[in-house]
């Protein structure tokens, strides 16, 4: 029997691997409103699976949180009857599912199509996450918000709401497959021109054990995050000059190489001049990045959620 919440069906994606002590309690605590779940095992060698005593349950073989995730949407677009919102909660216990309805309303109100959790502006913090993810989360969120040319906090919270049309428009050819998923997902709808919101959640840590090494993070999510800016570089002065839709592409993309002329310059004169260089790289790297907040703005309104 489906419940529905406010005309819509809801399904919960649970990617888990080795959660053996948690699994039970995060089924077990499911809103009632949620019409079905889905556990991905992705490789436990502990009782995960069992203990959890779901009944929809993908099997994978460590193929990483961001494919376990892709699969469990896949399955919804297969299970579920539209219109229907595919919620993502880890099987770790750190997100609340009384807040869950805050996930969804968004989208709902059709303010947009993907809501993320934002763990930095909830009433209570960070609460008490290790120092050393706090100071990640900074700096992820600072990157991002470069990246993706509007406000970006704290970009890795896996709680996330996705409405069945923007599943149904994906291309899941093109993903990432590790701990980057996120920040995968917020490039990617940044260069659709999609829009997302991002609501308080409540940061929730005990004493579980993260397999996430911030280093080995780091070195693979940055390129990612990298190639995908410039990736989108392209899209300012191609997509202005052939659409004539926005006047901040251009001048974005002006600064951009602006910038990246101004390292070449201090390499090319061995420093001689190197904090004027580094000055007014960046300066036109700051410049740039006002622009394309402009540019990112202008082309989402045009396309609309």
Same mark, same amino acid.
């Given at each position: ?45 502990d009782n995960t699976v ?62 947009c199509s993907y809501v ?8 209570? +913090?960070?609460?008490?996450?290790? !120092? ?6 900074? &700096? @992820?969120?600072? *990157?991002? =918000? #470069? %990246? ?81 800016l410039h990736r989108r ?15 901040? +592409?251009?001048?974005?993309?002006? !600064? ?6 101004? &390292? @070449?310059?201090? *390499?090319? =004169? #061995? %420093? ?34």
């Open positions: 029997m489906e419940v529905m919440f406010e005309q819509w069906n809801i399904g919960v994606v649970i990617p888990a691997k080795n959660e053996e002590k948690h699994i039970k309690n995060v089924i077990n605590t499911l809103p009632s409103f949620v019409d079905k779940y889905v556990l991905v095992n992705d490789g436990s060698t069992d203990e959890s005593g779901a009944k929809n349950v993908i099997h994978l073989d460590g193929e990483g949180v961001g494919a376990a995730i892709d699969a469990g949407h896949k399955w919804m677009l297969e299970s579920m009857e539209k219109p229907f919102i595919s919620v993502v909660m880890a099987g770790d216990g750190q997100m609340n599912p009384l807040e869950m309805e805050t996930l969804l309303l968004p989208i709902i109100q059709k303010r993320k959790g934002d763990r930095s502006s909830h009433q209570r +913090g960070l609460g008490k996450m290790p !120092f050393i993810r706090k100071f990640g989360t900074f &700096l @992820l969120s600072f *990157i991002m =918000t #470069l %990246g993706c040319g509007r406000t970006v906090k704290d970009p890795q919270c896996g709680y996330t709401a996705t409405s069945n049309e923007l599943l149904e428009q994906w291309d899941w050819t093109n993903s990432w497959k590790g701990y980057g998923y996120p920040n995968w997902w917020l490039l990617k709808l940044t260069h659709d021109k999609k829009v997302f919101e991002s609501v308080p959640v409540e940061s929730i840590y005990r004493n579980e054990h993260s397999g996430l090494k911030i280093s080995s993070f780091f070195s693979k999510v940055a390129p990612m995050m990298f190639f995908a570089s392209k899209d300012w002065i191609k997509e202005d000059m052939e659409t004539m839709q926005s006047i901040w +592409g251009i001048p974005t993309g002006m !600064f951009y190489i602006g910038g990246w002329g101004s &390292l @070449l310059l201090n *390499i090319l =004169t #061995l %420093g001689e001049f190197f904090w004027s260089f580094i000055g007014l790289q960046i300066l036109c790297w700051l410049i740039a990045h006002g622009f394309d907040r402009l540019w990112v703005k202008s082309k989402i309104i045009a396309k609309g959620v």
